[in-house]
């Protein structure tokens, strides 16, 4: 796999080539990142597949000095979520209360049903570092936020995601 | 360290980030935060296990090369790769505009009727260029001035006075008056303007008008407004800092001990001289000489900027001026407090303070000229 400078130089020069092997390392982690994010599969899917369009239509957002390629994808994709979610208005809203039917089938799990209660913001920062292991200098690329700011919010998140894991095993009682 | 102080930074160890010691040390002893540290770490564990039973999405082989491309022009290049905020960039635009059509209005301002007017004289008979400075807000302290140019020619004595203005037009009354032979230069060549009718000449800001000195020929006069009175009277566009073999004063203050000796306004200035001096006479101080080389009898004294600094008669001096007088580092001074003007200056008066920026050898002269 050439770095990512040159990678991202033959994509600008219109390398079909080398965006499809780019995809084909990255479009299944950016989608499952998304799903969580989205908590919807088709959403998820939709969203990888307009982040990539974009990117391949105007090449020009990356710069290898700032970061690594696998981070500006998420960042990219994030941002795509998030507009996603603006875009939901009201419905979002309505899926934060109840939690959409198929991410509880997915997630099927203790941790991962308590992890579908946080808000977007805390899962999108505990997936990115816990599942995809993205360094705090690259959640800082990835959020546009400071380092500083990352490892603040990561335990505020953590400690969210523990809190209410801790009183989940009560909640799960009530619902049956 | 108490818990709450410490776990953040428990969350920081479960990322492999390095911690303080002291932190460390106390997560090493706490139970509350070793507890915590296994919540996360079992957290992300379960995570990782729970994202792993994911169906992960069977990518193809795109084809790329049928989707069109952007060609992406530099506004778009440059607002993907911004690296500040959108906002904030868009403000720092408007920042620019609108300073930039500050600098407009500014410069505009120059153009139209402010409270100064320059008035620019071209002497034909050897180019020299002249300027006089006006106020025309009603300040007889500054609204005419005079000037005597001399040379194998024969000998220039004119008067510009400020009367008034219509719209942007400036209204001078002129006195000028020619002489064919070489004649010795003093204070009593402005004298020589009392009996000679005053002529008025309109000025607009930005053209070339003529005057007509009998026997001499003609005199070439432009001005322009400034919005404020420059420092150098003769010099409204000078640099604040001094040239070469160059001594230049404005509104001079002296301050002996806790004295103020003297507080005069105006401007002088010596060009091109590499023994440029200063002379300072004041009524009842008598004369400070104040030279750029050293001369007989004179202290050394030191040049910082605006103020010049000296020990004179057992007591500290310091001279404060309204801008850089010389680039030497060094003056040399002397006081002679029984010097009397009039018995070396044509026309001057004991009890009127002057000052002027001369070369050395001249102002060490019996006999001080004026105008030179």
């Given at each position: 796999m050439p770095d990512d400078r040159d990678l991202w130089e033959r994509i600008g020069r219109g390398d079909a080539f080398a965006f499809d092997a780019l995809y084909r390392a990255h479009a299944p982690k950016v989608e499952l990142f998304l799903r969580q994010s989205l908590r919807s599969r088709q959403a998820a899917e939709d969203v990888m597949q307009e982040t990539f369009a974009q990117i391949w239509k105007s090449p020009n957002g990356f710069e290898p000095s700032r970061g690594t390629l696998r981070a500006y994808l998420f960042g990219a994709a994030r941002k795509r979520a998030a507009e996603w979610w603006r875009k939901q208005g009201a419905a979002r809203n309505r899926e934060v209360e109840n939690g959409p039917a198929e991410s509880k089938a997915e997630i099927a799990s203790l941790v991962g049903n308590v992890f579908a209660h946080l808000p977007e913001e805390q899962r999108t920062l505990i997936w990115l570092r816990e599942v995809e292991g993205q360094s705090y200098a690259e959640l800082a690329m990835i959020l546009e936020i400071p380092v500083g700011t990352v490892r603040s919010r990561l335990?505020?998140?953590?400690?969210?995601?523990?809190?209410?894991?801790?009183?989940?095993?009560k909640a799960k009682k009530e619902d049956a | 360290m108490k818990c709450e102080d410490a776990s953040e930074f428990v969350s920081a160890l479960c990322d492999g980030e390095g911690i303080p010691k002291e932190a460390a040390?106390?997560?090493?002893?706490?139970?509350?935060?070793?507890?915590?540290?296994?919540?996360?770490?079992?957290?992300g564990?379960?995570?990782r296990r729970v994202a792993s039973l994911q169906e992960q999405t069977e990518v193809k082989a795109g084809s790329w090369e049928k989707v069109t491309r952007a060609q992406p022009n530099w506004w778009q290049k440059?607002?993907?790769?911004m690296r500040i905020p959108r906002f904030a960039f868009a403000s720092m635009l408007g920042m620019i505009l609108l300073l930039s059509g500050g600098l407009v209005l500014v410069r505009a301002r120059t153009a139209v009727a402010g409270p100064v007017f320059v008035l620019t004289y071209k002497i034909p008979a050897d180019g020299r260029v002249g300027r006089c400075t006006m106020v025309t807000g009603g300040n007889r302290k500054i609204n005419s001035c005079s000037d005597g140019v001399g040379g194998p020619?024969?000998?220039?004595?004119?008067?510009?006075?400020?009367?008034?203005?219509?719209?942007?037009?400036?209204?001078?009354?002129?006195?000028?008056?020619?002489?064919?032979?070489?004649?010795?230069?003093?204070m009593s060549n402005i004298d020589t303007l009392q009996d000679v009718p005053e002529e008025t000449v309109?000025?607009?800001?930005?053209?070339?008008?003529?005057?007509?000195?009998?026997?001499?020929?003609?005199?070439?006069?432009?001005?322009?407004y400034l919005d404020h009175i420059p420092t150098l009277l003769f010099r409204p566009n000078e640099a604040l800092d001094p040239q070469k073999d160059e001594f230049r004063i404005a509104s001079p203050v002296l301050i002996r001990g806790k004295e103020v000796v003297f507080n005069l306004?105006?401007?002088?200035?010596?060009?091109?001289?590499?023994?440029?001096?200063?002379?300072?006479?004041f009524p009842g101080e008598g004369r400070y000489l104040i030279s750029t080389v050293p001369f007989e009898a004179a202290v050394e004294g030191k040049v910082d900027l605006g103020q010049i600094k000296f020990s004179l008669e057992g007591k500290e001096y310091l001279l404060l001026t309204a801008m850089p007088t010389t680039r030497s580092e060094h003056v040399w001074v002397t006081h002679d407090p029984q010097y009397k003007l009039s018995e070396h200056m044509q026309g001057a008066h004991d009890d009127q303070p002057m000052f002027m920026a001369r070369s050395l050898s001249k102002l060490l002269q019996e006999r001080i000229r004026h105008i030179m």
């Open positions: 335990f505020a998140a953590r400690e969210a995601l523990r809190s209410v894991w801790h009183a989940a095993p | 040390e106390h997560i090493g002893e706490c139970e509350e935060c070793r507890a915590r540290l296994n919540a996360y770490s079992a957290m564990t379960e995570l440059g607002s993907t790769t020619w024969g000998f220039l004595t004119m008067k510009m006075r400020y009367m008034g203005k219509e719209s942007e037009r400036v209204e001078l009354g002129v006195k000028t008056r020619y002489e064919a032979q070489a004649r010795p230069l003093g309109w000025i607009d800001p930005g053209s070339k008008q003529q005057i007509s000195v009998p026997g001499f020929g003609e005199i070439e006069l432009t001005g322009e306004d105006g401007s002088s200035i010596d060009s091109g001289d590499p023994e440029a001096a200063l002379m300072i006479y």
